[in-house]
């Protein structure tokens, strides 16, 4: 099926209009039409080949909402003309023991990304959501409620479950502290969604610009991280620490905001090794980890508690046609939060 979208021929290439082939669908199958698609910080690292490996032609996007249009005899949870929803993974080997525990974006045997990943369909590679259309296996295609904005819901896809997936599993609730560093596309997020689980939630930024929108958005406190006293009175004062922060930092200045067996979790990718002394992990007991995205099931019950909230993320929405000035503007961090491009517009 010749589709229409938006793609980079290299590295240095802006992102122009293509054509590409999606498969037919099968007995497991959900064929979509694209109504919204979010612009991931991800999507801009793999057109630039910034993380190595890019294939191109390279369509990006894995914020994904639309429409079903057709779906295989095999197809249980969807039937034409329902909204759906797809993310960061459309495939898994489905057998090892992290996907069987609906860790799929963990998948001991390399699961498949939305974009510029194995397509063991084609035996190509996979194509994003800048397109008019995806086909996608039942079980990697997600259940969306149509009581929020479609095109506020796209970013949930990835920078809500980023942010979902380890505020829950180090179980971030009411009495504790809870330091986000970072008011991005991940971290605007963070901060909605830690304060809907009843945490004191600080924002941790560099920019005092940031305090007003991150106080709209829930945050109690904000601390502005180059003033010495201010970091100074924060020395063992949080429970949990989420790093959005996608830029080189100094990780031990946050280590030591941690209380007594505080956390403290990346969830940005700096482009450098962070540079982290024992003694500031033992002395206090202290943890430093990381998180990757959910899995299906994680992911499902993310969406269905953000519409159940009403959380949805803060969008600009763009023409596709903008996406290379849309790209200029998010390395400046010059998005109040996240560009989601209407795809009536390709």
């Known amino acids: 099926m010749a589709t229409k979208a938006y793609a980079a021929q290299s590295a240095t290439a802006p992102l122009a209009p293509w054509s590409l082939d999606r498969r037919d669908t099968t007995p497991h199958d959900v064929q979509i039409d694209i109504l919204y698609c979010g612009v991931c910080h991800s999507d801009l690292h793999t057109v630039r080949n910034e993380w190595g490996g890019t294939v191109y032609p390279a369509v990006p996007g894995h914020e994904i909402v639309g429409r079903v249009t057709k779906v295989g005899d095999h197809v249980k949870k969807f039937k034409v003309g329902d909204l759906a929803a797809v993310g960061c993974l459309v495939d898994s080997c489905r057998e090892c023991a992290n996907c069987k525990e609906g860790l799929e974006q963990y998948c001991l045997n390399g699961s498949t990304g939305t974009y510029n990943a194995k397509d063991k369909h084609s035996g190509g590679v996979t194509y994003g959501g800048y397109s008019k259309q995806i086909v996608v296996d039942e079980d990697f295609v997600l259940i969306i409620k149509d009581n929020q904005p479609l095109e506020a819901v796209a970013p949930l896809l990835c920078a809500g479950i980023t942010t979902y997936s380890p505020l829950r599993h180090w179980k971030v609730g009411e009495g504790q502290k809870v330091g986000i560093l970072g008011l991005g596309g991940l971290g605007h997020m963070g901060v909605k969604l830690a304060a809907s689980f009843g945490a004191e939630v600080t924002m941790l930024s560099h920019s005092p610009s940031k305090e007003a929108d991150a106080k709209k ?11 010495e006293s201010q970091v100074r009175k924060m020395a063992g004062y949080f429970d949990f620490i989420l790093d959005t922060v996608s830029a080189e930092h100094d990780y031990n200045m946050y280590l030591g905001m941690l209380k007594t067996s505080g956390t403290m979790v990346c969830v940005g990718a700096p482009p450098t090794p962070a540079k982290i002394p024992a003694f500031n992990l033992i002395m206090g007991r202290k943890s430093i980890g990381g998180s990757l995205i959910g899995g299906l099931p994680e ?29 200029e503007r998010m390395l400046k961090g010059d998005v109040k939060y996240r560009f989601v491009i209407d795809m009536a517009t390709l």
Not at 217 to 227: P, R
Not at 305 to 311: D, E, G, L, P, V
């Open 217 to 227: 958005l829930g945050a109690h406190n904000f601390v502005l991280t180059k003033d």
């Open 299 to 327: 992911t499902q019950e993310m969406l269905d508690y953000c519409a159940s909230k009403n959380i949805v993320s803060d969008v600009e929405v763009i023409d596709i046609k903008y996406i290379n000035e849309a790209y």
